[in-house]
């Protein structure tokens, strides 16, 4: 009940920024709706397919389904509100609980499945930024692909950070708490410093 509940947060946190982000577009509620909810479900379904479960995670219990499109609908009403008294940071806040939660829980759930490592950390962070990915094509913005902006990498780093601390045999909730808490504060740390990949790994 515990990690359903977090689960269901961070389900409410990423169909709010998505929403909030995207309602002063001219779009009309039934595409604000649509996007929060596959910025809210995407990566996890994309997880699920990758991992062949025998039912997508929001099939198998419609309350993330209804909770994401519910979510959805109350944020188009509440978006206009929040951009008045100037929410940008609550929004990339709520993003960065969402990811973090979302990939450290994924990671933890998969290594007591007995998933190799890279597997466990790979879906924590597919899970956590591939509904982002899914909303940014849907909106037609650049994607974490078409920037230099540091996004996946914190989630990358805090997922092995658990790994690291369970195998050092540190309690696994309170691996958990200390990850999330690493990704939350340092995905902050880059969006306030504005901090990007430097000059030499990229392309030219």
């Not at 389900?11 to 309602?23: D, G, K, P, R, T």
């Not at 991992?51 to 209804?66: G, M």
């Amino acid at each position: 009940m515990f990690i359903h509940t977090i689960e269901i947060i961070c389900i409410i946190a990423f169909a709010l920024s998505a929403v909030i982000s995207e309602s002063n577009k001219g779009k009309d509620i039934v595409s604000i709706m649509v996007i929060g909810w596959v910025t809210a479900l995407g990566g996890g379904t994309v997880r699920d397919v990758i991992l062949s479960t025998n039912q997508v995670f929001w099939i198998r219990d419609p309350s993330y389904f209804w909770t994401a499109l519910i979510s959805s609908f109350v944020g188009f009403f509440l978006a206009p509100h929040l951009r008045r008294i100037k929410a940008e940071r609550l929004i990339v806040f709520l993003d960065a609980i969402g990811i973090s939660m979302f990939s450290v829980l994924v990671t933890k759930d998969l290594t007591a499945q007995h998933y190799a490592p890279y597997v466990a950390i790979t879906m924590g962070m597919i899970t956590a930024v591939f509904g982002g990915v899914l909303r940014d094509i849907l909106t037609n913005r650049p994607t974490m692909f078409n920037n230099t902006e540091f996004y996946a990498s914190p989630v990358i780093i805090g997922c092995y950070l658990y790994i690291l601390q369970t195998q050092h045999h540190i309690n696994p909730d309170v691996a958990t708490l200390t990850s999330i808490g690493f990704i939350i504060a340092l995905r902050m740390y880059i969006v306030i410093k504005k901090i990007t990949f430097p000059r030499c790994l990229l392309l030219k």
